[in-house]
T-cell receptor, first 113, second 114 residues
């Protein structure tokens, strides 16, 4: 199994541009989590899905952030418009039925200039 | 605890020593706990987990201890190796309506000297 796959690994964009981060779950997993990591705030849960349904999006910072699961194995996190304070490493993780150790991807390092 | 702040706790040990990393959690309703290891440039990697109906669980070279009375979790690494150098996070799952919502601690930097 290739594990959780995120793309791109690095993204540099200008303020105001739309950014889309992508995540492919581990085959057979049905829960998907998006986290953001910064030095100031550590690892923060943004949103999570179970069986393609968003369960808790209370961690999404603002309306500029949106996440979708168009199918059971894929998710996107979109920021529109992006701002410099969105610069962080964004991780997705997947699990089976929200149980057991969640498996993280390698992350996308986003820099908004 | 909250994942806020620039200054992570640090632990420096010599190769071959045992390491103990501590974590205080905040939610008495949490019923599932995980330790993760994060190396530079990588995502958090699962090490070991424990459920609230247990107070100790052992893996390969690692042991997790849970004290629900004082809401304390620890990770013990036996015969620490340079490859163990990383940031270690504890995470808690509050269960109930928050089931699935894994909240991370601030992390501890472990440095192992050869």
């Amino acid at each position: 199994d290739a594990g959780v796959i995120q793309s791109p690994r690095h993204e540099v964009t200008e303020m105001g541009q739309e950014v889309t981060l992508r995540c492919k779950l581990i085959s057979g997993h049905n829960s998907l989590f998006w986290y953001r990591q910064t030095m100031m705030r550590g690892l923060e849960l943004l949103i999570y899905f179970n069986n393609n349904v968003p369960i808790d999006d209370s961690g999404m910072p603002e309306d500029r952030f949106s996440a979708k699961m168009p199918n059971a194995s894929f998710s996107t996190l979109k920021i529109q418009p992006s701002e410099p304070r969105d610069s962080a490493v964004y991780f997705c993780a997947s699990s089976l039925n929200q149980q057991d150790g969640y498996t993280f991807g390698s992350g996308t390092r986003l820099t908004v200039v | 605890g909250e994942s806020v702040g620039l200054h992570l706790p640090t632990l420096s040990v010599q190769e071959g020593d045992n390491s103990i990393i501590n974590c205080a959690y905040s939610n008495s309703a949490s019923d599932y706990f995980i330790w993760y290891k994060q190396e530079s440039g990588k995502g958090p990697q699962f090490i070991i987990d424990i459920r609230s109906n247990m107070d100790k669980r052992q893996g390969q070279r690692v042991t997790v201890l849970l004290n629900k009375t004082v809401k304390h979790l620890s990770l013990q690494i036996a015969a620490t190796q340079p490859g163990d150098s990383a940031v270690y996070f504890c995470a808690e799952n509050a269960g109930g309506t928050s089931y699935g919502k894994l909240t991370f601690g601030q992390g501890t930097i472990l440095t192992v000297h050869p």
